[in-house]
């Protein structure tokens, strides 16, 4: 019904950048929020950087000033600019919509995971 598909993925030395993009398709009336989430091996999953519509985006605190989230909602495409990539930063990062169907039902939909390798 609604399929999000993730891409950018890959491996860089630290300091490097990478950008990932997730593009949503399907019968979609509107998304309201959209965000990066990530889960390191033995970790938890964790909460990168969201943004809804209108307002202003919120990241976590390890990457402040590094990641950068943006959304083209002509594309239904949400985006991570990571900058000054550190090892911490290696996860496989997912992305997640909150997707208004035109049936009025909302739900929350996600990516398979692309994988961050950041070596030192």
């Known amino acids: 019904q609604v399929q999000l598909v993730e891409s950018g993925g890959g491996l860089v030395q630290a300091g490097g950048s990478l950008r990932l993009s997730c593009a949503a398709s399907g019968r979609i009336v509107s998304i309201n929020l959209m965000g990066w989430y990530r889960q390191a091996p033995g970790k938890q999953r964790e909460l990168v950087a969201k943004?809804?519509?209108?307002?202003?985006?919120n990241y976590a605190d390890s990457v402040k000033g590094r990641f950068t989230i943006s959304r083209d909602n002509a594309k239904n495409t949400v985006y991570l600019q990571m900058n000054s990539l550190k090892p911490e930063d290696t996860a496989v990062y997912y992305c997640?919509?909150?997707?208004?169907?035109?049936?009025?039902?909302?739900?929350?939909?996600w990516g398979q995971g692309t994988q961050v390798t950041v070596s030192s």
């Open positions: 943004i809804a519509k209108g307002d202003t985006p």
């Open positions: 997640t919509a909150s997707v208004a169907t035109f049936l009025g039902n909302v739900n929350a939909y």
